[in-house]
C-alpha cells in the first residue's frame, strides 16, 4: 500500500498542484482547507505525514502543528511545514511548535520528494514501535512521555575544522555534552558510546562524510542515531543523497545556532520518545515472564511451558516430574520481622533454589511462598536429589537481614512424575498432595507423590 499524505492550505489552487505532484509519485492524498479541518482528517485517517501550509486564516500552522503534536492519537505523525517566506524566524517557530521539516514555497520536487521519503522512514519505525505500545498498554506499562527536555544527552560532531565544531557545541541546549573529533574513523569509536545524536560536517573535503552516516546506518549499534548533516545551500544532490541515506535532517551553512538548536531537540525529543517505546516493550515482555520479586519465571510463564512439557512427554518424548517447594511457617515470619524480611527471604531462598536445581529446571513463583519447579527429563530418582539439594540448602544456612538479624527457614517440597496422558491439572494435585503430606509429618522435608491411578 503506498504512504497517504495529508495536504493542508487554505488556498484551493495549492492543495490541486501538491495533490497532482504527490498523486503522479503514486502517493495517496487527503486534504484539508484549514486548521480545523486538519486535525480532524489527521485523526480519522490517520495520514503517514502532512504538508502543512503555514499561513492560514483561523488557525495557523504553528497553531494546528502544536495541536497535532500535542495529541496522542496524531503526534506520531511527521508534519512538514510549507512557507512562503524562508524567514530564520519561521523555521525556529515551527520546529519549536513541533514540525518536523521544512520546505519553502515554491516547492522544490527533488527537496520534497527526498524529504517525503526520509520522513516516511521514520514514520515506519515509529509505527512498529506504537503498535507494541499499545500491547504494553494492555501489559500496564505507563505510556505516557516523560519530560525529555531536561535529560542529559550526548551528540558527537564530526568536522574538519574544529572552530566550527566548536560553534556547533556552543550552539546546542545546555543539557548536551557535546564531543567533537576531526574524522571518520574517530566518529565510529565515538558514536558506540551512548550517544544521542551525530553531527557531520559534509562540506569537508577531508574525509567522505556520506560513507560515515551510510556505515552509522548499517552498524545495529547505531542504526537508530539521529543524524544532522550539515551542507552547503546549494548543493541540493547532496542533501537528497544523504537523506537517502538515512540522514534524518540537514543544516544549511552558515549555520544559525538558534536553527541548530532547535532542529536538535526536534531530534533528541524523537529519539527519546522511541527510546521509551523500546523499553517499554523490553519491560512489558519481562513482566509477562518473570516474577517481579524473585526474577524467578511468574505462574503464567511456568504454567505454559509445563503444559509444553506435558504434550511432548505424552508424544513420546522424554518424562517430565515437577517439585512444589513451600516455605515453612512464611507468615510467622512476616508477623514477626515485618513484610520486608518476607521479602528478603522470597528472594534469597529463589538464590539458593537456582543454585540447587539442575540446569535445565525452569523454576517459577507460583503464589506467595509457593514455587512450582518443572523438571525436563527427570524422573523421580533425580528429582528427589535436587529437591534434598534445595531442602538442605535451605536448612543450613539462615537467611541474613540487612541489620544482620539470622532468620532461620526451613522448606517442605512436594514431588510428582507425570505419568502417561496425565492432565497438568491432575499431575499438580499430585504433587500438592506430596507436599501436604511433607507438611503433616513435622516439614522440612520432601515428600514423593504415588504413581498416578491408571
Ligand atoms: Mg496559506
Redesign the pocket.
Known amino acids: 500500500m503506498s504512504a497517504r499524505i495529508l495536504v493542508v492550505?487554505?488556498?484551493a489552487a495549492?492543495v490541486r498542484l501538491l495533490e497532482a505532484r504527490l498523486q503522479a509519485e503514486y502517493f495517496d492524498v487527503c486534504t484539508a482547507a484549514d486548521g480545523f479541518e486538519a486535525i480532524e482528517v489527521a485523526r480519522t485517517e490517520q495520514p503517514d505525514l502532512i504538508l502543512l501550509?503555514v499561513?492560514?486564516p483561523g488557525m495557523d500552522g504553528y497553531e494546528t502543528c502544536s495541536r497535532l503534536k500535542a495529541d496522542r492519537n496524531t503526534r506520531h505523525i511527521p508534519v512538514v511545514m510549507v512557507t512562503a517566506l524562508d524567514q530564520r524566524e519561521d523555521r525556529i517557530r515551527g520546529l519549536e511548535a513541533g514540525a518536523d521539516e521544512f520546505l519553502t514555497k515554491p516547492i522544490d520536487d527533488v527537496a520534497l520528494f527526498a524529504r517525503v521519503r526520509s520522513l516516511l522512514r521514520l514514520k515506519s519505525v515509529l509505527d512498529e514501535l506504537r503498535y507494541r505500545e499499545s500491547n504494553a498498554a494492555l501489559a500496564g506499562v505507563d505510556t505516557e512521555p516523560a519530560g525529555e527536555e531536561s535529560e542529559a544527552a550526548g551528540a558527537v560532531i564530526v568536522s574538519a575544522d574544529p572552530r566550527a565544531a566548536g560553534r556547533y557545541a556552543g550552539a546546542l541546549p545546555s543539557r548536551v555534552t557535546a564531543r567533537g573529533v576531526s574524522d571518520p574513523a574517530e566518529a565510529m569509536v565515538a558514536v558506540q558510546d551512548g550517544t544521542d545524536l551525530l553531527i557531520v560536517d559534509l562540506t569537508s573535503p577531508d574525509y567522505d562524510g556520506l560513507r560515515l552516516c551510510a556505515r552509522v546506518r548499517s552498524d545495529a549499534a547505531t542504526r537508530q542515531l539521529p543524524i544532522l548533516a550539515v551542507v552547503n545551500p546549494d548543493d541540493v544532490s547532496q542533501a537528497v543523497r544523504a537523506l537517502d541515506l538515512g540522514v534524518n535532517d540537514i543544516i544549511h551553512r552558515p549555520v544559525d545556532a538558534g536553527e541548530l538548536s532547535a532542529r536538535a531537540r526536534t531530534q533528541l525529543r524523537r529519539k527519546h520518545y522511541a527510546d521509551r517505546l523500546r523499553d517499554q516493550l523490553d519491560q512489558s515482555l519481562e513482566m509477562a515472564v518473570t516474577d517481579p520479586l524473585t526474577g524467578l519465571h511468574n505462574r503464567r510463564y511456568i504454567s505454559s511451558r509445563l503444559r509444553q512439557a506435558l504434550a511432548s512427554a505424552n508424544n513420546g518424548g522424554a518424562p517430565v516430574s515437577v517439585m512444589i517447594a513451600d516455605i515453612d511457617h512464611f507468615k510467622s515470619i512476616n508477623d514477626l520481622y515485618g513484610h520486608e524480611a518476607g521479602d528478603v527471604v522470597l528472594q534469597g531462598f529463589a538464590g539458593r533454589m537456582q543454585s540447587a536445581l539442575r540446569a535445565l529446571d525452569l523454576a517459577a513463583r507460583y503464589g506467595g511462598e509457593e514455587f512450582l519447579v518443572v523438571m525436563p527429563g527427570a524422573g523421580m530418582a533425580e528429582a528427589r536429589i535436587a529437591a534434598e539439594r534445595l531442602r538442605s540448602a535451605v536448612a543450613e544456612e539462615p537467611f541474613v537481614l540487612e541489620d544482620g538479624t539470622d532468620i532461620a527457614v526451613t522448606v517442605s517440597v512436594g514431588l510428582a512424575q507425570a505419568s502417561f496422558g496425565e492432565t497438568f491439572e491432575a499431575l499438580l494435585r499430585r504433587a500438592d498432595a506430596a507436599l501436604y503430606t511433607a507438611k503433616n509429618e513435622g516439614r522440612n522435608q520432601v515428600q514423593a507423590a504415588d504413581a498416578a491411578a491408571a
Open positions: 492550505d487554505d488556498q495549492n501550509d499561513m492560514m
